[in-house]
């Protein structure tokens, strides 16, 4: 890219940064310092900002750069991401919001360990959040490695390394000071900023096209060099049967995995009621249904416009078609416009990485010191030493998700969610539903769902085609490759219900029915919830 480019971005960078910190300090100078304020805000928004938070929490590098990318070079195929990625959003209204705001207070855990033996329930959840986590934020390292890579005019992997160094600082320092008020405030902010850019771009490209949507599809077929077979299923997903069951894998685990998300659950807890969170997640609905619409129109446009052997060139993964095609749609590389344009869709793109990792590393920092510290260390810590833990670990994360962000840096970010979902369906869902509508689950049944998902789920990523085996792996050199499919949804997601089932039936615990009465009866109604 131009210097222009460049000087523009940074610029552009610089001032979200400056404002975003602005936040985390003006907040950290008025906080309290109990664990409800750093882990829950204090339960003071509103459904609409809770809503416009959970939006910007989930419209993340991978919707906005990875999804579009995949549209680009895959076409119909490319699709199932948006789709997978809404639907989901179904059985969260449905099945978890209310639910989960009146039986918890923090946690996954705090619902699923609620009439269980508290111990072995929490460190098992604990553990498991943090894994998604981490998964889910390796993604949006890489999204943020390409692309500063692509604004510095090449693969710059040193570049690319400091960048994925800079955002795990950035998130560490607006964890540990803002606490969750800090984090809601910063998603907001993105996630008007990303929906404003997300419809200026899309208007763009139906200009460019006169409105007509047909002639975007012919043309993106046209250029793609596939024809009619890149509107029609198949192009990634169809080459064999391993493909097809990668594609009815991959569906199950974009949604049942949102339902499990560690740092969506926690969202829930930032309202005061349970009527709010369901309203929350309405709001959401609206907003994230339409980004992922406009996400569509975007990848198609980039393949119409921009070409996907320009995309492919730029970032083998498709993770630099958004940029491309901004850069297109304002006029070319040398052009003012261009220049502007690239370089808001840029500092949007990096706003969002920012603001979805300060999301997830407080998610999972509550999860180690909420759940494995108290668990582990003391079975009744003071508010203020769990909060001392929870930013400790905020670091801890940090450095674990840089290192595997640098690894995984030239995977696209959209696949890499995918692996988090998967392993949040596999291991969190099951104990999750178990513990909210079976009367006689147990302890045991509640520990083996969760382990009996997420050991399956990292063994057989790291037994797959994702980790070794081949050019596009992790580690292309090797090859220990037994697993045939590259997301473990469509075997991991069962075992977890098979083994949360068969932990039950073989226990020789008696459930708690004046427990399962209560947890009934405040989850349905809201009556003693917190």
């Keep these: 890219m131009t210097v222009d480019h460049q000087?523009?971005?940074?610029?552009?960078?610089?001032?979200?940064v400056a404002i975003t910190l602005g936040i985390t300090t003006w907040v950290s100078r008025n906080r309290r310092g109990?664990?409800?304020?750093?882990y829950a805000g204090g339960r003071l928004f509103t459904p609409a900002e809770n809503g416009f938070a959970i939006a910007g929490d989930y419209m993340s590098a991978a919707s906005f750069l990875g999804i579009s990318g995949l549209i680009a070079l895959f076409g119909y195929d490319g699709l199932l991401y948006s789709v997978g990625f809404l639907v989901a959003w179904l059985v969260v209204l449905f099945?978890?919001?209310?639910?989960?705001?009146?039986?918890?207070r923090f946690t996954l855990a705090d619902v699923v360990a609620a009439r269980m033996r508290e111990r072995p329930v929490r460190i098992a959840a604990g553990t498991s959040s943090v894994t998604v986590s981490v998964l889910y934020l390796v993604a949006q390292m890489v999204g943020a490695g390409t692309l500063v890579a692509l604004l510095l005019g090449g693969k710059g992997e040193a570049a690319q390394s400091w960048t994925v160094i800079g955002v795990g600082a950035l998130m560490v320092i607006y964890v540990s000071l803002g606490g969750m008020r800090a984090t809601t405030w910063i998603q907001i902010v993105k996630s008007v900023l990303l929906l404003g850019g997300t419809v200026a771009l899309t208007v763009l490209v139906l200009l460019r096209f006169h409105g007509d949507f047909d002639q975007l599809l012919l043309t993106a077929a046209e250029r793609s060099g596939h024809g009619d077979a890149f509107l029609a299923p198949g192009l990634k997903y169809g080459g064999d049967w391993t493909a097809r069951f990668d594609f009815i894998s991959l569906g199950l685990a974009l949604v049942l995995g949102t339902a499990g998300l560690p740092h969506i659950l926690s969202r829930f807890y930032t309202v005061p009621t349970a009527r709010a969170a369901r309203r929350s997640v309405v709001w959401a609905i609206g907003l994230i249904g339409g980004f992922y619409l406009m996400t569509i129109v975007l990848g198609f446009g980039a393949a119409a416009i921009v070409g996907p052997e320009a995309v492919r060139g730029s970032n083998a993964a498709g993770n630099t078609a958004v940029p491309l095609l901004a850069l297109d749609l304002g006029g070319g590389a040398d052009s003012t416009g261009g220049t502007v344009l690239f370089a808001v869709v840029a500092a949007i793109a990096f706003a969002t990485i920012l603001a979805v990792v300060a999301g997830i590393t407080l998610a999972s920092s509550a999860s180690v010191?909420?759940?494995?510290?108290?668990?582990l260390r003391r079975r009744h810590p003071k508010p203020r030493s769990e909060v001392a833990v929870a930013r400790v670990a905020a670091v801890g994360i940090g450095v674990v998700a840089i290192g595997l962000g640098l690894l995984a840096r030239d995977l696209n970010v959209a696949f890499l969610v995918g692996l988090a979902f998967a392993v949040a369906a596999s291991a969190n869902l099951p104990a999750l539903l178990y513990s909210l509508f079976w009367r006689g689950f147990t302890t045991r049944g509640a520990v083996w769902s969760v382990y009996?998902?997420?050991?399956?789920a990292v063994v057989l990523v790291v037994l797959s085609p994702v980790v070794s085996g081949?050019?596009?792996?992790?580690?292309p050199g090797v090859d220990f490759q037994y697993f045939p499919l590259q997301?473990?949804?469509l075997v991991s997601i069962p075992l977890?219900?098979?083994a949360g089932w068969l932990g039950t039936v073989t226990s020789a615990e008696v459930p708690d029915e004046a427990k399962h009465a209560e947890t009934e009866v405040r989850s349905l109604t809201g009556a003693g919830a917190v």
């Design 7 to 16: 000087s523009l971005s940074l610029l552009l960078f610089s001032a979200f």
């Design 34 to 38: 109990s664990a409800e304020e750093f």
């Design 496 to 498: 977890g219900f098979v």
């Design 487 to 489: 997301n473990p949804g």
């Design 470 to 475: 081949s050019p596009e792996s992790l580690f």
């Design 95 to 104: 099945l978890v919001a209310e639910l989960v705001r009146n039986c918890g």
């Design 452 to 456: 009996g998902g997420l050991i399956p």
């Design 369 to 375: 010191a909420h759940d494995l510290y108290a668990s």
